[in-house]
């Protein structure tokens, strides 16, 4: 995965342009202490805008080009996404990436451009969270190690697994922890989106897998008893998120699961099961480390939509229909 840094350092602008981004991205990453994830799509997104700039314009654009853009050039960027097929997730989100990026200009007396606020985040429909079964959800447990012909990797996968599906963590907290994070007297300490901590139970089963999976690591903490990161990957670097994506692809072939079979789908599920088992909405959205209520609501959708499935096939009435 290329460095966020070196795609904002390369992005077609002249020097000054490049600066301010560069100014903006320190900002992002440093003063709103935004995730890895959240970086790399932010960066993304205003180097595929520059690159557009630059054949829009047939130069590379400065900072009076920036100054003197239209909302007509700003739709016109918006058209081009279209026809590139991107989602409306997508260009929402790109969207929000230039607003930050204008605002930010704006707030440091770079440049002012008002055309920016003209523009319309396009409507995203909401989504109702995929979640597997509980079968399904075991089964990724039981067989996620057998991927592999590298135990301590297994034991790796496992581990990882069971935090998602177990403790109901993204995939990018599961993967940002450190050995001094590892599990401690059925508890750990999780850092999600915008930097807040949270604590979160851990059940034995889950802090067993962790602790066998650093019992068969074999590359050494350098860094010390807890320094380090608590995922390797099989080069001794932190594991990250693409390298469990693909393994979940191959769990998904191997179990027949269906394509929204993924590893935040084991976060859906974590929290869809709790529902259905009794829990109330306020504990799971911290559990789920939602800073608003609506966003974990969606899943008595879920929970609504499984019980309606449930009433049509098992209810006599609903048969004789």
Same mark, same amino acid.
């Given at each position: ?47 595929? $805008?520059?690159? +557009? ?23 016109? #960027? ?9 989602? /409306? ?11 930050? $990026?204008?605002? +930010? ?7 002012? &451009? ?80 915008? &930097? ?22 074999? $590359? ?10 608590? +995922? #390797? ?20 072939? #191997? ?14 599920? $974590? ?27 969606? #899943? ?5 939509? /499984? ?15």
């Amino acid at each position: 995965m290329p460095d966020p840094q070196a795609l904002i350092d390369g992005i077609a602008a002249e020097p000054a342009v490049r600066r301010a981004a560069d100014n903006w991205y320190n900002w992002l990453a440093h003063e709103r202490r935004l995730s890895a994830n959240t970086l790399d799509g932010y960066t993304r997104d205003i180097t595929a $805008f520059m690159i +557009f700039l630059s054949q829009y314009l047939g130069f590379p654009p400065g900072l009076r080009d920036l100054e003197t853009l239209r909302s007509v050039d700003f739709r016109s #960027y918006l058209a081009d996404m279209g026809r590139r097929g991107l989602s /409306r997730t997508s260009v929402s989100r790109a969207v929000s990436t230039l607003r930050s $990026f204008f605002r +930010f200009l704006d707030r440091r007396s770079i440049i002012t &451009n008002a055309a920016i606020s003209t523009i319309r985040t396009p409507k995203v429909p909401k989504s109702v969270p995929k979640a597997l079964d509980e079968t399904e959800a075991m089964e990724v447990m039981d067989a996620i190690g057998e991927l592999t012909d590298k135990p301590w990797v297994g034991l790796r996968d496992t581990a990882v697994m069971m935090l998602l599906y177990g403790c109901g963590l993204r995939i990018g907290e599961a993967l940002g922890l450190d050995r001094i994070d590892a599990p401690k007297e059925g508890v750990m300490r999780v850092r999600g989106k915008g &930097n807040k901590e949270r604590i979160v139970p851990v059940l034995p089963v889950v802090a067993d897998a962790v602790v066998a999976y650093l019992d068969a690591c074999p $590359f050494d903490r350098t860094d010390g008893e807890d320094g380090g990161p608590l +995922f #390797y990957g099989v080069q001794g670097k932190r594991l990250n998120a693409r390298a469990i994506q693909e393994r979940m692809q191959k769990l998904r072939i #191997y179990l027949g699961l269906p394509e929204t079979a993924t590893p935040h789908a084991l976060r859906h599920s $974590f929290a869809t099961h709790l529902l259905a088992g009794g829990g109330d909405l306020r504990t799971i959205q911290e559990l789920l480390g939602h800073a608003s209520l609506s966003t974990t609501q969606r #899943y008595t959708d879920v929970d609504s939509a /499984r019980m309606q499935s449930v009433y049509n096939t098992a209810h006599p009435r609903a048969r004789a229909r």
